[in-house]
């Protein structure tokens, strides 16, 4: 199952944009880069999936390197309601299985 | 439509009592998960169900069973309950096959804690 790196914190203000970047290096040809997101101790949150083309929801934007080594995920204006842990996911093909790793705990600030 | 639904949402157990987790899903889901969150960490797959009949074992199973009732039901069993599966557990569901790459939605939790 391919492994993710995730910087533990973040702080962005709010109005802002906040790229949260993810390594994904040991990433499969048809594996997909999925993010989620938790408030508090709720279940997480899907927000957004790419294989290899930027995908962009009314949620957030994802680019993805060429080389598929790594992604960022955008959320364009940051508000307060989008202080969470951002979880970066390569799903395990063949289970489905989500392999979460600690995340990114994202703070925006007024 | 209620998603994913978790029951109970709070639950005190003695070290020794057994408990079913309940999980029920209403999106006509082929597949579910069950994963628990100590703190601080992230999320881990105890058990999954690809489809109505199969289960299989994923990063921490020990201690637990599962049944997938029918296709809209994943209980999770706690035989004899002990101190270390305090945690927050989470169950999930994905439309299509394990294969495909449609999301997984999360049912709210269940908070055990275990004396």
């Known amino acids: 199952d391919a492994k993710t790196t995730q910087p533990p914190s973040m702080d962005c203000a709010e109005g802002r944009a906040a790229n949260l970047p993810c390594n994904h290096s040991?990433?499969?040809?048809?594996?997909?880069v999925y993010w989620y997101r938790q408030i508090h101790s709720q279940g997480p949150q899907y927000i957004i999936h790419g294989l290899k083309n930027n995908e962009t929801n009314e949620m957030a934007s994802l680019i993805i390197t060429e080389d598929r080594k790594s992604s960022t995920l955008i959320l364009p204006h940051a508000t307060l309601r989008d202080t969470a842990v951002y979880y970066c996911?390569?799903?395990?093909?063949?289970?489905?299985?989500?392999?979460f790793g600690q995340g990114t705990t994202l703070q925006v600030k007024p | 439509n209620a998603g994913v639904t978790q029951t109970p949402k709070f639950q005190v157990l003695k070290t020794g009592q057994s408990m079913t987790l309940q999980c029920a899903q209403d999106m006509n889901h082929n597949s579910m998960y069950w994963y628990r969150q100590d703190p601080g960490m992230g999320l881990r797959l105890i058990y999954y169900?690809?489809?109505?009949?199969?289960?299989d074992k994923g990063e921490v199973p020990n201690g637990y069973n599962v049944s997938r009732l029918n296709k809209r039901e994943f209980s999770l069993r706690l035989e004899s309950a002990a101190p270390s599966q305090t945690s927050v557990y989470f169950c999930?569901?994905?439309?299509?096959?394990?294969?495909?790459?449609?999301?997984?939605?999360f049912g709210d939790g269940t908070r055990l804690s275990i004396l």
């Open positions: 169900s690809a489809s109505e009949g199969t289960t």
């Open positions: 996911i390569v799903r395990s093909l063949g289970t489905g299985k989500l392999i």
């Open positions: 040991t990433i499969s040809g048809n594996e997909y």
């Open positions: 999930a569901s994905i439309a299509g096959g394990v294969t495909g790459n449609q999301p997984q939605h």
